[in-house]
């Protein structure tokens, strides 16, 4: 006995009004639904009314999606100019940073080489040369026993040696310029066999500094 299986299909056609764009959306919504994969894109360019260049209103405008619009724009150039704008402070800083590193670099030099020029004197104070060519020193018994050696070596080389002075900077680096150093020696108070060197700034300089140091003669060793 012999079976036919006999197998129907039916399809329905529809035409989609794509030219109006309220029926061109219900169209889509209702692609969108099937479960056959549907290139709708493809399927819209089909019609010559979807190619056509036509004006739109601004509400129109405003209902479009996708690309970059003013206000995106707007936000996008003012957040630029916060960055921008803070990059070029942060630059700014960090070249004035720069600057007043290589300016109190220069400062320090300046005092180091000029307290070299203060610790030749104080070594070369009382000093004698024996025959046999040996440094040794001769320094007032007096100011030895009465522990006054800080004021004696002052007295005696008050020229070389002045109480209140300013750093010459004339052969100083360019970033030196405007800046005054000023240089006072005393006798240490509390030993007056000592004696004491401050270096300060002025007020108007840039860069303001502050350094002392103490120093000893070697004349004191050689007290009897």
Not at 35 to 61: I, K, N
Request: hydrophobic share 40%; charged share 20%.
């Amino acid at each position: 006995m012999d079976t036919t299986i006999t197998t129907s299909m039916e399809l329905e056609l529809h035409l989609l009004p794509l030219a109006h764009s309220e029926a061109g959306q219900a169209s889509k919504q209702h692609l969108g639904k099937t479960h056959d994969s549907v290139d709708l894109q493809a399927l819209l360019a089909r019609s010559s009314d979807e190619t056509e260049s036509f004006e739109l209103s601004l509400e129109e405008l405003d209902q479009l999606t996708g690309g970059v619009g003013l206000v995106d724009a707007m936000v996008s150039s003012s957040i630029l100019m916060v960055i921008v704008g803070q990059s070029a402070s942060l630059f700014g800083d960090s070249m004035n940073a720069i600057s007043n590193s290589r300016m109190r670099d220069g400062i320090n030099a300046a005092i180091s080489a000029d307290l070299e020029l203060v610790r030749h004197e104080v070594a070369d104070w009382a000093s004698a040369v024996q025959v046999d060519g040996q440094l040794s020193y001769a320094p007032d018994e007096v100011s030895c026993s009465a522990g006054h050696l800080g004021e004696t070596l002052l007295d005696e080389k008050a020229d070389e040696l002045p109480v209140a002075s300013t750093i010459d900077l004339t052969s100083a680096p360019r970033t030196l310029k405007g800046i005054k150093i000023n240089r006072s020696i005393q006798v240490d108070p509390t030993n007056k066999n000592l004696i004491r060197i401050s270096y300060t700034t002025s007020d108007e300089s840039t860069i303001n500094v502050k350094q002392n140091t103490t120093l000893s003669t070697p004349a004191q060793g050689w007290c009897p």
